[in-house]
């Protein structure tokens, strides 16, 4: 019996030119065989006899709609695989102009430049039009360039979702464009945190999330990727943490650090009650660091303690942390 999700199946996919074009088709959702003719330029006794093999290795799913039979991705890591050979193979078959646009053609490195302030103007032009596919390959290119977690976050996404809130500030996009550029840019994150993974192991645990009333959650996001991929274990806790959960998951967990991130002045009183509520955690015993960050600077309206402290953006961040040494409560 063939078993569920067939890693062999996968690679021999993976290694064939066709079954690839077949798996890349079918990254865009259910097709019709009809349909993967069409986009893969196979002739169909062909096409149906990779996808038979397919089918029986568990890589592709079949499923019957009325006269048609359409077919689907069966094993979720074939997405995982497909994409890191899409970004070592960067370029087969598309690329990226420097002025923005998509065509076909064989260059192997679209984009000519590693410039970060063009690339970010780039994707805020791809954000603003809400085209995730052009996003998805301007990351693609900067994988390929070998761009680390922090060039990607800080010179590209950042900038990028900051001219988002200065065009908003303008009235020029409104908050329906916010979102869709936040959620592009964290799926596109997914994607970076997946690839970036740990190469050390640092026995220190983080917990992370925004104060009570906080939605923007993709910059402590980038913090919480970034203590991943440098050896924490990581809690992350996202948006809009009702301050009592938030003490009691801190209490539950007993991390090194505990990270917090505000961006509106109302959103103060609650910080307020949230640092009351892990001070008596502190003194009943717990040993960790609480650091304080985000769009509204709480420097001059906070008094912090030793074992409190602000941080500016990622880099700054990662600084202090570097200087943190954990499981000793000093
Ligand atoms: C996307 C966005 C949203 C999205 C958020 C979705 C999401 N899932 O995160 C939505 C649409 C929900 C939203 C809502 C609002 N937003 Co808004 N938003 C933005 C925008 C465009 C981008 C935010 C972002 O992701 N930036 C990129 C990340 C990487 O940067 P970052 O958040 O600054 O994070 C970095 C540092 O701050 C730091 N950091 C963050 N947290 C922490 C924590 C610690 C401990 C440390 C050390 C560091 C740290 O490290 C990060 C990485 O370097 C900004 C514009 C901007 N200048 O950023 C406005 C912005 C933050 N929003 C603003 C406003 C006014 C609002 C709204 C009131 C109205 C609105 N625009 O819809 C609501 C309020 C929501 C709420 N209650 O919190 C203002 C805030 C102004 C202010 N401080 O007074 C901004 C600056 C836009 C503007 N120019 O007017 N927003």
């Known amino acids: 019996m063939v078993p569920p999700h067939d890693p062999d199946g996968i690679a021999q996919a993976l290694a064939d030119p066709s079954r690839r074009s077949i798996l890349e088709a079918l990254r865009l959702g259910r097709k019709s065989v009809t349909e993967l003719c069409e986009l893969t330029g196979l002739k169909q006794p062909n096409l149906s006899n990779h996808l038979a093999k397919m089918r029986a290795q568990n890589v592709v799913r079949a499923e019957r709609a009325g006269r048609f039979m ?7 890591f074939a997405e995982v695989l497909l994409r890191m050979h899409a970004v070592a193979t960067l370029g087969a078959r598309f690329r990226l102009t420097d002025d923005g646009g998509i065509v076909d053609g064989p260059v192997r490195s679209g984009i000519t430049h590693n410039d970060t302030a063009q690339l970010a103007s780039q994707l805020l032009g791809y954000l603003l039009k809400s085209d995730e596919v052009s996003c998805s390959f301007l990351l693609n290119h900067m994988l390929a360039a070998n761009f680390g977690m922090a060039k ?37 994150m997914a994607r970076v945190a997946e690839i970036c993974l740990p190469t050390t192991e640092q026995n220190c645990h983080a917990v992370l999330g925004c104060v009570a009333g906080n939605l923007h959650s993709v ?9 991943h991929s440098d050896g924490w ?9 009702p301050t009592a959960s938030f003490v009691g998951l801190v209490a539950l967990e007993a991390p090194d650090l505990v990270v917090v991130s505000i961006s509106l002045e109302n959103q103060l009183e609650e910080l ?6 892990l001070r008596i955690l502190r003194d009943e015993g717990q040993f960790f660091k609480t650091a304080l960050g985000g769009h509204f600077k709480v420097a001059p309206f906070l008094e912090l303690r030793h074992d409190e402290f602000v941080a500016g953006d990622l880099d700054d961040f990662s600084e202090q942390v570097e200087k943190l040494s954990c499981g000793k409560g000093d």
């Open 272 to 277: 307020g009650s949230l640092l009351r509520g």
């Open 233 to 241: 274990k990581v809690t992350f806790v996202g948006a809009d943490v």
């Open 219 to 227: 910059g402590i996001r980038m913090l919480a990727d970034w203590l």
């Open 152 to 188: 990607i976050y800080l010179e590209v996404f950042q900038p990028a979702l900051r001219s988002i809130g200065d065009l908003y500030e303008r009235g020029e996009v409104d908050e329906a464009h916010e979102h869709v550029a936040s959620a592009i840019v964290e799926r596109m």
């Open 70 to 76: 359409y077919y689907t991705l069966e094993a979720p």
